[in-house]
């Protein structure tokens, strides 16, 4: 039987799934029921299982995810969607001071059991406020798990398991990967929270990534195969918490490593992950780590500059040969 299915479907029906099982689980955000969300994540949604579950709210971050909060704090199990990473700055106040706070702030008496998605990335021309990675830098944030599912697997996988977790759990889906195909095993055992992925075993360089780099990062390690480099390519997964032994057990087998980021470079999870490389596997290390992000400007509309801005593979492929040829 195929199963392959759309990241977008993947994680509808990974919500479908929670709804149908657990009453306690609903969706509230911008355009979620009669539009169908704005990447048309939640379509046929508010058909099945009506207005008091699919709650469309007004232009309001804030306040819909103030009520996620406190619906979570009462016993429900709130999924709030934020058309855009961009749009989650209207609700930082939230997040921070309050869904991650309120286990610490209580005591230990209140958990905060909320799940917030929200679409990340590079938007295909839609401009620097609808287009920035922000992923690494709320994973800064005590409090709360930040996922990044790059699979149609993870995209069913990572709403159960964020649903499930007693604490608030950020999960960014790629806009650019609502469209892509894979294969869904709905049998499988979801692979936890804070596990990285080795999707491609190699001896010669570490390649880590997350989210849709994942893939220039395997093209890019497909090109290196051909000049006799090879790239061992893993998934992150999880910005928050970060899989230190993973990482970790693939700088003493390679001793060379690449970090792609869609961040900004300045005060990104890459530079996070560099200096816990750093005090954790230093003398592993046979040259300087290197990384690929997202140049420092506001992501232009304009094509070509959108794409000059960017990760691209070339550019991987490029930093991988300038860090093999210093060791």
Known sequence: ???????????????????????????IGEDVGNYGGSYAVSRGLLDEFGRERIIDTPLSESAFTGAGIGAAMNGMRPIVEIMTVNFSLLALDQIINNAASMLHM??????????????????????????HSLEGWLSYIVGVKVLTPATVQD????????????DPVLVFENSLLYNSKGSLDTKSTPIPIGKALVHRPGKDITILTYGINLFKALEAAETLAKDGIDAEVIDL???????????????????????VDDGWKSGSISAEIMARIN?????ELDAPMARVCTLEVPL????????????????????????????
């Open 1 to 27: 039987m195929d199963n392959t299915i759309t990241y977008r479907e993947a994680v509808r029906e990974a919500i479908r799934k929670a709804m149908r099982e657990d009453e306690r689980v609903f969706l």
């Open 106 to 131: 209580s005591g230990g008496q209140f958990n905060v059991p909320l799940v917030i998605r929200m679409a990340t990335g590079v938007g295909n021309q839609l401009g620097a406020q609808h287009s």
């Open 155 to 166: 995209a069913y996988d990572m709403i159960g398991l964020a649903l499930s977790d007693p």
């Open 237 to 259: 997964r999880s910005l928050r918490p970060l899989d230190d032994e993973t990482i970790m057990k693939s700088v003493a087998k390679t001793h060379r490593v690449v970090i």
């Open 279 to 283: 005090e954790q596997a230093f003398y």
């Open 300 to 327: 232009p509309y304009a094509k070509h500059l959108e794409d000059a801005a960017i990760v691209q593979v070339d550019k991987i492929v490029d930093t991988t040969k300038k860090v093999m040829v210093q060791s």
